[in-house]
Structures are given as structure tokens and as C-alpha cells.
């Protein structure tokens, strides 16, 4: 499969759960990210990785927890989230240095109950 | 930290008439403009951006006008059609390091009325 790809597409999750987002890009690109998109608000950048290294979390609530295991996957561990959390996940990679644009990935769709 | 608004939240335009959506930026370092269209159930596709040394870019029938003094910049849709129909954010950012944040906008939703 080509591009950015998410896994699981929708997840549903009790506020005691421990679940993963899984994230993978196939485009050789240096940097990933996560955002948070819920109705009516911006896109909300949570978290970048660039070269395997976490630069920015911008206060990003514990219960969330990146991993970047390699350059091409990128993990977001979930952890006892509230329902507000509930909000479509975006991952998204892009080649710094070059020409910037961001891909972003189809998106996990998560409800908290 | 940098603060985009983007209005309006919704428009609607009848096919073929133009539609323009505008956004402001806070940080005057700022350096890169991205606009994103998001269809129903899509992902964010970039469809076209503009860097801070230049003042406006032309992609067919969009383009992007950006006024650095004003720190406004914005997108021009011309002959819309149907499919032009959807959710567009804009965006700025500054590089930092070597991986760009961006901020975006809170969405326009583009209805293009047959």
C-alpha cells in the first residue's frame, strides 16, 4: 500500500482500556505526526517526530504516548482517556529539507465511552 | 505561539460564480502558507501553498494571495464546480529545526450549489 496508512480505521474504547494507533508512511520521509481533529475545532497538532527524535509534544495530556520505533511507523498509546477524547486521529509524515507538504493518513476514528 | 483565523466557517456559492476564503496569522515569522481541502470521510489533501517570499501563486483555477505586512493570506477558487465542495483549512508555519508545526485554521465548509 502506497502513502500514509492508519490502523485500526475505528475504535471503540472504555475509559479503563489500554489500546494502540498504529501509523505507517511509505514515502521514505524524515518527519511524523499526530493531530487530533474534533468537530468544529482546528486540527490540533499533538505530537512530531523528525529523524526517529520526538521535537515538539505541545502539552499533550499523559495519556497519550507516542512511540517512533523507525522513520516509517509512528504509535500512539492510549491510556484510561476521557470521553472528550473522542475525536478522529490523523497521523501525517512529510520530507523536511525539501518540499514540506504533510500527508496525512486516513485517519483513526475513536469514541470513548 | 502562532494563531491562525479562518473565515467564514461556511460558505455556499452557485456553480461557477468564484469563492474566496480568507485567514489571518499571528507570528510574523511565519514562513509557510499550506491549504488543505478535506472532503466528507476524507483524509486533508494539500491542493496548494505559498512561501513568504512570494505574493501570490496560481494553480489553474486556485491561487493564494498573501500579504505579509497584514499577515492575511488567502484562497481564490474561480469557476467552482460540485466537486469543489468541502471542508478547506488553512495553515501557517515556522520551521522548527528541521520539522515544520503547523497551525491551522478552524475550517471553511465550501458548499457549491448545482
Known amino acids: 500500500e502506497t502513502g500514509v496508512t492508519q490502523t485500526p480505521r475505528h475504535l471503540v474504547m472504555g ?8 501509523c505507517e508512511q511509505h514515502l521514505g520521509h524524515n518527519a ?9 475545532k482546528p486540527l490540533e497538532l499533538m505530537f512530531v517526530y523528525n529523524f ?37 486521529y490523523l497521523c501525517a509524515s512529510s520530507q523536511e529539507d525539501s518540499a514540506n507538504e ?6 483513526t476514528r475513536l469514541t470513548v465511552l | 505561539g502562532e494563531n491562525v483565523e479562518q ?18 496569522y499571528s507570528d510574523s515569522a511565519s514562513n509557510y502558507f499550506p491549504w488543505y ?32 505586512t497584514a499577515k492575511h493570506f488567502s484562497l481564490h477558487i474561480t469557476e467552482t464546480q460540485p466537486e469543489d465542495s468541502a471542508v478547506y483549512f488553512c495553515a501557517a508555519s515556522l520551521s522548527s529545526g528541521s520539522a515544520r508545526q503547523l497551525t491551522f485554521g478552524s475550517g471553511t465548509q465550501l458548499t457549491v450549489l448545482p
Open chain 1, 15 to 22: 475509559m479503563t482500556n489500554k489500546k494502540s494507533l498504529k
Open chain 2, 37 to 68: 481541502k478535506q472532503e466528507l470521510g476524507k483524509r486533508p489533501q494539500l491542493i496548494i501553498d505559498i512561501r513568504s517570499n512570494v505574493g501570490e501563486k496560481k494553480d489553474q483555477r486556485i491561487a493564494v494571495t498573501l500579504n505579509k
Open chain 1, 32 to 40: 511524523m505526526y499526530w493531530y487530533k481533529q474534533s468537530a468544529k
Open chain 1, 52 to 88: 526517529k527524535e520526538q521535537t515538539e509534544n505541545n502539552s499533550v495530556p499523559s495519556r497519550f504516548s507516542p512511540e517512533c520505533p523507525n522513520s516509517s511507523h509512528l504509535f500512539l498509546h492510549l491510556h484510561t482517556l476521557q470521553p472528550e477524547d473522542s475525536a478522529l
Open chain 2, 7 to 24: 473565515h467564514p466557517s461556511t460558505l455556499s456559492v452557485q456553480e461557477g460564480d468564484s469563492a474566496v476564503i480568507k485567514c489571518t
Open chain 1, 102 to 107: 504533510q500527508f496525512f493518513g486516513p485517519g
